[in-house]
């Protein structure tokens, strides 16, 4: 089972920048999860944003609600994956949560393809 812990969350205001991080603990092989950003905010169904590809992290995928404003990366050697959202806007307040899955082939946006979720990290917008 790979543990996943998010960080980087806060309160921020409009129009400003956060970087959340997904650190991953374990005995794995990192570089061959697909990794996906997915976030909920109160009375709310999950929403998915973001997800990169195993290995070079040659594929992502975005919602459409978050192109152009979020970039998800990943960092193999630390076992971290991170989200730079900027052009925050008070609709992106949530709990962003990150997920992993075993996959050499597949990245998308569906939360049931993941097996592994963080605790989740809250990210207030708000002046």
């Known amino acids: 089972q790979v543990q996943l812990v998010e960080s980087g969350g806060g309160l921020v205001q409009p129009g400003g920048s956060l970087r959340l991080s997904c650190a991953a603990f374990?005995?794995?092989?990192?570089?061959?999860?697909?990794i996906g950003w997915f976030r909920q905010a109160p009375g709310k169904e999950r929403e998915a944003i973001s997800c990169?590809?195993?290995?070079?992290?040659?594929?992502?995928t975005d919602a459409d609600s978050v192109k152009d404003r979020f970039t998800i990366s990943r960092d193999n050697t630390r076992n971290v994956v991170y989200i730079q959202m900027n052009r925050l806007k008070p609709e992106d307040t949530a709990v962003y949560y990150c997920?992993?899955?075993?996959?050499?082939?597949?990245?998308?946006?569906?939360?049931?393809?993941?097996?592994?979720w963080g605790q989740g990290t809250q990210v207030t917008v708000s002046s």
């Open positions: 990169i590809s195993s290995e070079d992290a040659t594929y992502t």
């Open positions: 374990g005995g794995f092989s990192w570089e061959y999860y697909a």
């Open positions: 997920a992993a899955e075993f996959s050499t082939s597949w990245c998308g946006l569906d939360a049931a393809g993941f097996s592994s």
